[in-house]
T-cell receptor, first 113, second 115 residues
């Protein structure tokens, strides 16, 4: 019930292309869906987050698409750049005293020239 | 504003020993969470402390413990170390409890190698 499934495990995209990472969840109580970006040797950093009351959120080249009925959400990186090469984690949590942030297994993105 | 600070950054321990990792949250943050990151399992939640009280605990054995001090600094301890405990241990802090959708900020982690 608490699991968040993320795919693909790794992704290679050419510079200027679109990177798409998908996540699916089971727990319908989840109401907060952040994406984290992690560079080697660094801790994860919040990239963008969405709540289920909207279907899409865009911040610069990064967009989250959310499909509540399918229990899926995805990260789109437009005009991918070599500096975007990192590991991306989706996550989910619910409001409640016993909840926690549950992470997907991560996607290693490599943007080639 | 200083970020989340974790010490030590790197350490090597022998199987059976114990280890204590320290985390200083961002000033003003009252919630501290700990995560274990391994290549195979990703980011696994260990526990969260808020105002010195453990709010939530992940599915880890009792060898993993933690505490939070009145200044919000936190420590986690792993006793009787096993080879499988080798991992990056990440601390994260937030203003409020992480379940409320508050942004959590991660430190750079403590790399633990058990030999």
């Amino acid at each position: 019930q608490q699991q968040v499934k993320q795919s693909p495990q790794s992704l290679i995209v050419q510079k200027g292309g679109i990177s798409i990472i998908n996540c699916a969840y089971e727990n319908t109580a989840f109401d907060y869906f952040p994406w984290y970006q992690q560079f080697p040797g660094k801790g994860p950093a919040l990239l963008i987050a969405i709540r289920p009351d909207v279907s899409e959120k865009k911040e610069g080249r990064f967009t989250i698409s959310f499909n509540k009925s399918a229990k899926q959400f995805s990260l789109h990186i437009m005009d991918s750049q070599p500096g975007d090469s990192a590991t991306y984690f989706c996550a989910a949590s619910s409001t409640g005293t016993a909840s926690k942030l549950t992470f997907g297994t991560g996607t290693r993105l490599q943007v080639t020239l | 504003k200083a970020g989340v600070t974790q010490t030590p950054r790197y350490l090597i321990k022998t199987r059976g020993q114990q280890v204590t990792l320290s985390c200083s949250p961002i000033s003003g943050h009252r919630s501290v969470s700990w995560y274990q990151q391994t290549p195979g399992q990703g980011l696994q939640f260990l526990f969260e402390y808020f105002s010195e009280t453990q709010r939530n605990k992940g599915n880890f054995p009792g060898r993993f413990s933690g505490r939070q001090f009145s200044n919000s600094r936190s420590e986690m301890n792993v006793s009787t170390l096993e080879l499988g405990d080798s991992a990056l241990y990440l601390c994260a802090s937030s203003l409020g409890a992480s379940h409320s959708g508050n942004t959590i900020y991660f430190g750079e982690g403590s790399w633990l190698t058990v030999v």
